[in-house]
């Protein structure tokens, strides 16, 4: 498996049909550690959470790659706060 092989462009070809509906886009920002993982196969880029299941779905979501989906969404909930204040 390579890491990083495909899920970039998933969320990349996301992010058009969002901002056609005048959504806000936030990634997840480097300040996640998990980014620079090489313990392992893991997915998170700057530009989303992200895992690698193979081809058939043979692979589950790693703890790092759990790990990277509650940061952004803890971050994106922040983002979304700072408006209401």
């Known amino acids: 498996m390579v890491m990083h092989g495909g899920q970039e462009s998933t969320i990349l ?3 058009t049909t969002l901002l ?3 959504m ?3 990634g997840l920002p480097y300040t996640f550690a998990g980014q620079a993982w090489l313990d ?3 997915g998170c880029s700057p530009y989303g959470a992200s895992t690698i299941a193979g081809n058939e779905g ?3 979501p790693g703890e790092n ?3 990277g989906a509650r940061f ?6 922040g983002i979304a706060a700072k408006p209401a204040r």
């Open 72 to 77: 952004q969404g803890r971050y994106v909930a």
């Open 65 to 67: 790659e759990l790990a």
């Open 58 to 60: 043979q692979r589950w």
């Open 24 to 26: 806000i886009i936030a």
């Open 20 to 22: 056609h509906h005048g």
């Open 13 to 15: 070809g996301i992010h």
């Open 40 to 42: 392992e196969i893991s």
